[in-house]
């Protein structure tokens, strides 16, 4: 079976001591590509030797996150423009609003997240949204923003079944990733209405690890664990959802 993680951090401090081993077990795990989005520029270096180390694999974002908009939003911007401009990227991510942590630059979060939803589509690549506290004003934001151009994911989708029936309209995915194996966290009912045509795997490691290794690392060899959740949730072999959700992944990021 071949699986995709479509949204990965692989390229933190976190895994400095095993970031190799780490990739190779995931690839013996079947995951065939990992997909990176990007934070910012601090952490820019080190995404992009990862890429370059694993080019067939490890496959790079260009964005600004959200939790990162501060009074230098207009630098980092531009260094996102250029670096989009050299063709490099198969996404504008990860990009959003985040109302959880900090509301101090909202604003700017807002006109971040809608201008680079304007290089999305001026590119032609998809998006990778993040989204935390935060569902109506993204979502009023894409519906502004929204032309037959503009494609992408919700990542880390915790949301109500309106809220992905309202995603799933736009003609957006959504990435289910550990949360789904959360006992209490009532993702299992709403993606249990969902069409498996609409969602795509993501680990967001090192966060958000999956039961039963939850309060550990994150990582991408975890991807068959929350396939297996998804199929038990769905009641469809491991093979189709591996087979359904790889298919969606690369058509969206138009992978090989």
Same mark, same amino acid.
């Given at each position: #079976?071949?699986?995709?993680?479509?949204?990965?951090?692989?390229?933190?401090?976190?895994?400095?001591?095993?970031?190799?081993?780490?990739?190779?077990?995931?690839?013996?795990?079947?995951?065939?590509? #990992?997909?990176l989005p990007a934070i910012d520029r601090s952490t820019f270096e080190s995404m992009s030797k990862l890429a370059s180390d694993f080019p067939e694999k490890c496959?790079? #974002?260009?964005?600004?996150?959200?939790t990162s908009v501060d009074d230098q939003v207009a630098s980092e911007l531009a260094f996102v423009e250029s670096e989009l401009d050299s063709g490099k990227y198969?996404?504008?991510?990860?990009?959003?609003?985040?109302?959880?942590?900090?509301?101090?630059?909202?604003?700017?979060?807002?006109?971040?997240?809608?201008?680079?939803?304007?290089?999305?589509?001026?590119?032609h690549l998809p998006v990778v949204i993040h989204t935390r506290d935060s569902f109506n004003e993204v979502y009023s934001v894409v519906m502004e923003e929204k032309?037959?151009?503009?494609?992408?994911?919700?990542?880390?989708?915790?949301?109500?079944?309106?809220?992905?029936?309202?995603?799933?309209?736009?003609?957006?995915?959504?990435?289910?990733?550990?949360?789904?194996?959360?006992?209490?966290?009532?993702?299992?009912?709403?993606?249990?209405?969902?069409?498996?045509?609409? #969602?795509?795997?993501?680990?967001?490691?090192?966060?958000?690890?999956?039961?039963?290794?939850?309060?550990?690392?994150?990582?991408?060899?975890?991807?068959?664990?929350?396939?297996?959740?998804?199929?038990?949730?769905?009641?469809?072999?491991?093979?189709?959802?591996?087979?359904?959700?790889?298919?969606?992944?690369?058509?969206?990021?138009?992978?090989?």
């Amino acid at each position: #079976m071949k699986f995709v993680d479509s949204h990965t951090h692989l390229y933190l401090d976190h895994f400095a001591e095993d970031r190799f081993s780490v990739i190779e077990k995931a690839i013996h795990q079947g995951v065939n590509y #990992m997909l990176l989005p990007a934070i910012d520029r601090s952490t820019f270096e080190s995404m992009s030797k990862l890429a370059s180390d694993f080019p067939e694999k490890c496959l790079p #974002m260009m964005g600004l996150h959200p939790t990162s908009v501060d009074d230098q939003v207009a630098s980092e911007l531009a260094f996102v423009e250029s670096e989009l401009d050299s063709g490099k990227y198969i996404a504008v991510g990860e990009i959003g609003i985040d109302l959880y942590w900090d509301k101090t630059f909202a604003e700017k979060q807002t006109e971040a997240f809608r201008h680079q939803l304007r290089l999305a589509k001026k590119h032609h690549l998809p998006v990778v949204i993040h989204t935390r506290d935060s569902f109506n004003e993204v979502y009023s934001v894409v519906m502004e923003e929204k032309e037959d151009l503009l494609t992408g994911v919700f990542h880390c989708f915790t949301g109500s079944f309106e809220e992905a029936e309202k995603i799933i309209e736009l003609g957006f995915k959504l990435g289910i990733g550990g949360v789904l194996t959360f006992k209490n966290a009532g993702l299992q009912q709403v993606v249990a209405r969902l069409p498996l045509e609409a #969602m795509i795997l993501e680990t967001d490691s090192p966060y958000l690890t999956p039961t039963p290794f939850r309060g550990k690392r994150n990582e991408s060899s975890y991807i068959p664990l929350i396939a297996q959740k998804l199929a038990d949730v769905k009641g469809k072999p491991l093979q189709e959802i591996a087979e359904i959700t790889t298919y969606n992944t690369k058509k969206l990021f138009k992978l090989k």
